[in-house]
């Protein structure tokens, strides 16, 4: 299985975010590094794609969503309207979305959970900063 190499750098502020390739396009998205490492744990499956201006979790689930924990009827908005920025700043979330349910609830259900592991790869620009991250 081919490596999903996550590139982990630091911003102007000297915040640690990650770069996660999208599937199905040749783009990123961007996010702080331990936003990432929240959805990991949290079991999202880290093999994202970009469909219908928002970036999936196993063609599904929201990652903007799941990053700001947006429950019932609310929606997440991007400030500079960019899908593919997924820094908490980015991120606004409203009242007034059609969603049902909570999102990161649906990581309970069966056909939400990882199916098979991802080989995951870490590649730092800053890589003194990270020599204390466990991968």
């Given at each position: 299985m081919k490596p999903l190499t996550i590139t982990r750098k630091l911003d102007s502020n000297g915040t640690a975010m990650a770069i996660?390739?999208?599937?199905?396009?040749?783009?990123s998205a961007v996010l702080y590094l331990e936003d990432w490492y929240l959805l990991l744990a949290l079991g999202t499956d880290p093999?994202?794609?970009?469909h219908a201006n928002l970036v999936l979790a196993k063609g599904k689930l929201p990652v903007s969503r799941l990053i700001l924990d947006?429950?019932?009827l609310?929606?997440?908005?991007y400030r500079d309207g960019s899908p593919l920025n997924l820094i908490r700043s980015n991120l606004i979330k409203a009242i007034g979305?059609?969603?049902?349910?909570?999102?990161?609830?649906?990581?309970q259900n069966k056909p939400f959970r990882i199916r098979s592991k991802a080989n995951l790869e870490y590649v730092d620009i800053n890589p003194d900063h990270f020599k204390t991250i466990a991968a």
């Open positions: 996660v390739p999208l599937e199905n396009v040749d783009q093999r994202w794609s970009l947006a429950g019932k609310e929606k997440v908005f979305g059609a969603a049902r349910s909570r999102t990161r609830d649906k990581l």
